[in-house]
């Protein structure tokens, strides 16, 4: 699972190196929109992804680099957060 967290998180910086050459050098008019419209997109599915995941950081040392994280990587930053450990429940 590690091996594939990573994976795409290597993918979706590149895919925003794409996003960001595209801003610097447009690449021809219909590719140029496509690209942009779906960084834009991709943009705002993950702020709502640091939005919606935002309470469960607060126990984090690092909340403002893992809410970088999600916007940069989205839900595979999230799903490599460890889960906090639960209190053994005794009946």
Not at 12 to 28: I, R, S, Y
Not at 38 to 43: H, M, Q, R, T
Not at 57 to 79: A, E, P
């Amino acid at each position: 699972m590690k091996f594939i967290l990573g994976l795409g998180k290597v993918l979706t910086v590149a895919f925003w190196g794409v996003v960001l050459f595209n801003l610097l050098m447009p690449q021809p008019l219909p590719l140029n929109l496509l690209i942009n419209a779906v960084g834009v997109f991709v943009f705002g599915l993950h702020l709502l992804e640091v939005l919606l995941f935002n309470t469960s950081l607060r126990g984090r040392s690092h909340r403002w680099f893992d809410r970088l994280q999600i916007l940069l990587t989205g839900i595979f930053h999230v799903m490599s957060i460890p889960r906090p450990q639960e209190a053994p429940r005794h009946a």
